[in-house]
């Protein structure tokens, strides 16, 4: 069960996230993408969900039950090599429909100062 | 990219999912979750048999607007996962991915997004928001 007063919190990860050239192109190979100049718009996910995993854990959220219900993603910018990213995480809602638990979280990713991608991702807690 | 018209159809694209693929994109990705690689796993937690990332599915989706108009032109990308897309072993399943142009304006276009496995719609209000340049 996840405990409730982290509605509306935000947490903010110890470190950024180094982007190599080799996960980009490991990435696009993964999906068969053949540029690599700059990563897929799903990549942040790679970032934003583990993130996630980290924050709900700490919260009492049985990871192991969690099933993705939608993603969303807002990108400013495409991400590149050399970037270094901190995630931050949202915990926007919480709420329980037929004994499971569906959270939703934002995560923002900025480099410096600049916001370069926000995601949202719906995630169900299987009862 | 060629001109976009208001209700046009873009043409569909077949990507194939395998349990090769579905291990490069979790080691691409870091999601381990058994339940994409591991069929007895996937069996003893009540799946049909192993089934593919969510997100794997999206992104091949992704793939099929960054076809159409370059990963840089993505502004914004959204998808329900409403059916897994179950994955035996030594099968190659096929995903169908096709798109229609809901909104355009001199910057921008919405496509819709369909996927499809066996006939079986796997994303429900899939949409990408692209830039034209």
């Known amino acids: 069960m996840l405990n409730p007063d982290i509605v509306g919190r935000t947490f903010t990860g110890a470190t950024s996230f180094a982007v190599t050239q080799e996960s980009i192109t490991q990435f696009c190979e993964a999906i068969g993408e053949p540029n690599f100049s700059v990563a897929p718009p799903t990549y942040s996910i790679k970032i934003s969900l583990t993130e996630s995993e980290v924050v709900l854990k700490e919260s009492g959220l049985d990871w192991s039950r969690v099933v993705h219900g939608d993603q969303r993603f807002e990108i400013l910018r495409p991400i590149v090599a050399g970037d270094a990213l901190l995630c931050s995480s949202t915990i926007e809602s919480a709420r329980s429909v037929a004994g499971n638990e569906i959270v939703t979280v934002r995560s923002d990713l900025h480099s410096g100062t600049d916001l370069v991608a926000s995601s949202w991702s719906t995630l169900v807690v299987r009862a | ?133």
């Not at chain 2, 999601?31 to 690689?37: M, R, S, W």
């Not at chain 2, 989706?61 to 990308?77: C, H, P």
């Open chain 2, 1 to 133: 990219m060629s001109t976009l018209s208001v209700g046009q159809e873009l043409a569909p694209h077949t990507f194939i999912i395998n349990r090769a693929k579905l291990l490069a994109y979790a080691n691409a990705s870091g999601d381990q979750n058994p339940i994409h690689q591991d069929e007895a796993f996937a069996k003893f937690v009540g799946l049909e048999n192993v089934i593919a990332h969510g997100m794997f599915t999206m992104a091949l989706a992704g793939r099929y607007i960054s076809d159409i108009a370059g990963s840089a032109a993505v502004k914004e990308f959204s998808a329900r996962f409403i059916k897994p897309v179950v994955v035996p072993a030594n099968v190659d399943v096929e995903l169908i991915v096709s798109g229609k142009v809901l909104e355009l304006d001199e910057r921008s276009a919405k496509i819709e997004i369909t996927a499809t496995c066996g006939d079986v719609k796997v994303l429900g209000m899939a949409k990408a928001v692209i830039a034209l340049s």
